[in-house]
C-alpha cells in the first residue's frame, strides 16, 4: 500500500500528493465537469491539470448513453472503463495502483469515480481534499503537458449489491431508508432547473451532498460526517439517491466517512423515477 499520509482513508491533502507525483504507482486523474456547459471541463484540464493527471468525462467516460429511463447519467460500461484506466496505467489486484480523483465542485464528480472503482472491486481510490482549486491556491504546479498512455491491468470485480434499480425502490421494504442528496429547494420540489418534473420520492428524507465539504470544497471532519446521520436508524438499508445518480456518491462517501458502510445506489435517481410518472 502506498502511504500517502491520508488525512483520512478517504481524502488526501495537495501537500501529501505533492510529493507522489513521481511514484508511478499513483495514478492522478482529473473529473472536472459542468452539467450546464458539459465541454467545459475537459476544455480546463487541457488548459491547465496537475502533472501526469489524466482525465475522464462524466459524459463520455463515467456514465453510459441515456436511454428513455434510466437517468440522465446511468452507470458506465465496466468493460470500457476499465479499458480507459488500463491506458491511464491503473492496475488492481495485489500490486493495485493508487487512484486519486480531483474536480472543481466539492467532490460532485471526483466521488462518482471514487464511487466507481470501488464498485468496480478496487479500493485503493481517494479524493484530493479541496480540488483543484485548492492545489492552486497552494501554489502547487500545473502543466498543459498531457499525460502519454501506460501499461496497466485493471480487471473489474463487480459489486452488484451496491446498486438498486427502481423495481427494488418501489417494492422496497418497511425499515429501507431512501436518501435524497440534492438541495433541499429540489427536494420539496421547489425548483427544478433540469428534470422535466419537480419533487421527490415519496417517503425519502433529504441530505443535501454540499454539507459534507465546506465552501472551500474540503471534507469535514469524520466527527461531523457521524453527527450527520446520527438521527437514522441503526443498522437499516440506506440507499442515496440524487439527480442522476453523480452527487449521491458524495453522501456515499460521507457516509463511509461515518463508517456507514453498507449503503446502496439508485444509479438512476430522480431522472429515471421522474421518466415513469
Not at 434510466?70 to 484506466?85: E, T
Not at 471526483?110 to 464511487?115: D, E, I, Y
Amino acid at each position: 500500500m502506498i502511504n500517502l499520509t491520508l488525512k483520512n482513508r478517504w481524502v488526501v491533502p495537495a501537500e501529501a500528493l505533492c510529493h507522489c507525483l513521481s511514484n508511478s504507482k499513483i495514478v492522478v486523474i482529473d473529473c472536472r465537469f459542468s452539467l450546464a456547459d458539459p465541454d467545459l471541463g475537459q476544455k480546463l484540464y487541457l488548459e491547465s491539470h496537475i502533472p501526469g493527471a489524466y482525465y475522464l468525462d462524466l459524459n463520455r467516460d463515467l456514465s453510459s448513453p441515456v436511454q428513455p429511463h434510466g437517468g440522465r447519467h446511468p452507470l458506465p460500461d465496466p468493460q470500457k472503463l476499465a479499458s480507459k484506466l488500463t491506458a491511464m496505467g491503473v492496475r488492481s489486484g495485489a500490486d493495485a495502483t493508487w487512484v486519486v480523483a480531483y474536480d472543481d465542485s466539492r467532490f460532485a464528480f471526483a466521488s462518482r469515480l471514487w464511487w466507481l472503482l470501488r464498485y468496480l472491486g478496487h479500493e485503493q481510490v481517494a479524493i484530493l481534499d479541496g480540488g483543484f482549486q485548492g492545489w492552486q491556491a497552494a501554489g502547487y504546479p500545473v502543466t498543459a503537458k498531457l499525460p502519454q498512455p501506460q501499461a496497466g491491468e485493471f480487471l473489474p470485480r463487480l459489486q452488484s449489491d451496491w446498486v438498486r434499480n427502481i423495481a427494488a425502490i418501489q417494492a422496497r421494504p418497511d425499515g429501507v431508508i431512501l436518501v435524497d442528496s440534492r438541495e433541499a429547494e429540489r427536494y420539496r420540489g421547489e425548483r427544478e432547473p433540469i428534470d422535466p418534473v419537480a419533487g421527490h420520492i415519496p417517503g425519502a428524507v433529504n441530505y443535501p451532498w454540499q454539507e459534507v465539504t465546506d465552501p472551500q470544497g474540503f471534507a469535514l471532519p469524520e466527527s461531523v460526517q457521524q453527527q450527520r446521520w446520527a438521527t437514522l436508524p441503526p443498522h437499516q438499508e440506506i440507499v442515496v439517491y440524487c439527480g442522476s445518480g453523480v452527487t449521491a456518491c458524495v453522501n456515499l462517501l460521507s457516509l463511509e466517512m461515518a463508517g456507514m458502510t453498507s449503503a446502496k445506489l439508485y444509479p438512476g435517481s430522480w431522472s429515471d423515477w421522474c421518466s415513469y410518472l
